[in-house]
């Protein structure tokens, strides 16, 4: 059964400590974002749970399998940061050639790229010269290509990266999609507004250690949400319509900062729906994390 459990892990590069006494378990299903600032861990992290690095000391296990085994490289898709497609290639052509380089042929290969193609919501696009996609298809494209092996965990390093946020948002429905299908997945990011409840689980990292592990739900309602609403023309009703929604919102004169502590994606749907009640017109609505970003460093630095 797909799995990930850490116990103690550390992680020595001669006298810096990567990853300090790292500890925490992922189930089926799980898709946890690693979150945490440049040099937090998070890649070391991914390096080792994959069995490329080995732990200086403690245990990791994917699926059962410790990662100090070859044979845990059979579980684990692991998608580096700087992983790319070949431009020149259709991408039918890499998804193919990726299959067939994971150790399968003929028909074999071809049903595993057309399933990881259709899953991914390329498979329309099969005939497009893989270089002429935009960066959040060919991010897609590469998750595609991992899609063809059996792994049982994904470990996705930085997967949104030059990402605008629509796109980066995009990325992660396909990502979700995948842990529905069992599998378990970490996302490494740096941006906390990634934090949002297509996840189930949030793994803060900064200096090596675990700075919080739990569900994304509970650490939305921590940090809370706050989104940006220009609308015109002023109205009072607006606010109050808001505020009828669990949206505490400051400002005026078509200006609005709304707090909530419920999921983005529902806050911005009852946004939209006060304005219409209110009569109103949004001009601008632009989600924020000033105050999950506030939260984060707190917690970083332990105050």
Request: proline letters at 3%; a positive charge.
């Amino acid at each position: 059964m797909p799995s990930v459990i850490c116990r103690g892990l550390w992680k020595h590069y001669g006298s810096t400590v990567a990853l300090r006494d790292v500890s925490f378990e992922l189930k089926e299903g799980d898709f946890c974002l690693v979150a945490g600032p440049n040099g937090a861990g998070k890649t070391t992290l991914m390096r080792v749970l994959s069995g490329i690095t080995q732990p200086s000391w403690g245990e990791a296990y994917v699926s059962g399998v410790s990662v100090r085994s070859a044979a845990v490289r059979a579980r684990v898709g692991y998608l580096p940061e700087e992983a790319g497609v070949l431009g020149g290639l259709s991408v039918w052509r890499n998804t193919l050639l990726y299959a067939r380089l994971s150790g399968y042929s003929g028909g074999e290969a071809e049903r595993r790229a057309r399933e990881a193609l259709t899953l991914m919501g390329l498979w329309e696009l099969r005939g497009r010269r893989a270089g002429s996609l935009s960066k959040g298809l060919a991010r897609r494209l590469v998750l595609a290509q991992l899609l063809t092996r059996d792994a049982e965990v994904l470990l996705l390093d930085e997967p949104a990266a030059g990402l605008d946020v629509v796109s980066s948002l995009e990325l992660r429905r396909f990502v979700r999609r995948l842990a529905d299908y069992g599998r378990v997945v970490l996302y490494t990011t740096h941006h906390v507004h990634e934090v949002d409840e297509l996840a189930d689980r949030v793994l803060l990292i900064s200096g090596g250690s675990v700075r919080y592990f739990g569900s994304s739900a509970s650490f939305m309602r921590l940090s809370g949400t706050s989104i940006r609403v220009l609308y015109s023309p002023p109205s009072d009703r607006f606010i109050r319509e808001l505020a009828e929604r669990g949206l505490e919102a400051e400002g005026g004169r078509g200006r609005a900062v709304v707090r909530c502590s419920m999921p983005l994606t529902r806050a911005l749907l009852e946004v939209v729906d006060a304005a219409v009640s209110a009569g109103v017109r949004l001009d601008g609505v632009e989600a924020g994390a000033g105050r999950m970003e506030e939260l984060v460093a707190k917690v970083i630095s332990g105050a």
